[in-house]
């Protein structure tokens, strides 16, 4: 099944996840996102891991160029089956959220605040970071993670390159530019029949994930 009829279960009601995995280097991130990295210095977060910080080497404009990755092309697809299906009889919420996983740290690449270090205590400099949460009713969810409600593809893939930017990356001997992390980008659709009147909301989601590459020995 190619990501087109994915979009179309999840504007249906379904749930559906798309990922990238495989040894490191071999383009799992360039495959999901279409940028290339450059390293341009070093951040130290205060937990004595250096980590290397990067720009983009290249940016393609998603309405345009064939090398855009998946995760562009995901963006827009789904805005364009939105645009094809609305005809009065569903109305469509959109929000987007960004996660990394380092170093058993959940990151919210959308947040800034979160990716700083924390205050303090007992003289041990806490890490940046936000919990796993289960409960019955939504089991396994990251609290207090940033969602952002988007009009528009132009406007979930500034939220993406933002996010892209909040990566932390660290480099070893087969990528100087690795994440050594998995990175969840999660695009969330809300769907109801604005002719009903009984307030029924459809939710579903679409997750794309960028695995951390295995190191083969």
């Not at 279409?34 to 983009?56: H, K, L, Q």
């Not at 697809?77 to 299906?85: K, R, V």
């Not at 700083?116 to 041990?124: E, I, M």
């Not at 979930?156 to 480099?171: D, I, N, P, T």
Request: aromatic share 10%; with cysteine.
């Amino acid at each position: 099944m190619g990501f087109p009829a994915m979009l179309m279960a999840v504007l249906d009601g379904y749930h559906a996840t798309i990922f990238a995995y495989g040894q490191t280097g071999s383009g799992k991130t360039y495959t999901m996102e279409g940028y290339e990295y450059e390293a341009c210095g070093t951040i130290d977060p205060g937990n004595n891991n250096s980590r290397t910080r990067v720009r983009f080497k290249t940016m393609s404009d998603p309405s345009t160029s064939e090398r855009i990755g998946l995760i562009p092309r995901v963006i827009a697809h789904l805005f364009d089956l939105i645009a094809g299906s609305t005809n009065g009889e569903r109305e469509f919420t959109v929000r987007c959220s960004f996660v990394q996983i380092y170093n058993e740290q959940i990151l919210d690449l959308l947040n800034p605040s979160h990716l700083q270090p924390g205050s303090k205590r007992g003289g041990r400099q806490s890490t940046p970071g936000l919990r796993l949460r289960w409960t019955a009713a939504r089991k396994f969810y990251v609290e207090n993670l940033r969602m952002l409600e988007c009009t528009s593809p132009p406007q979930v893939l500034g939220y993406f390159q933002e996010g892209v930017r909040h990566k932390v990356m660290a480099s070893h001997r087969l990528n100087a530019t690795s994440s050594r992390s998995h990175c969840l980008f999660t695009l969330y659709v809300e769907s109801r029949d604005p002719n009903t009147g009984d307030g029924f909301v459809t939710q579903s989601k679409l997750t794309l994930v960028d695995l951390a590459g295995l190191f083969k020995r």
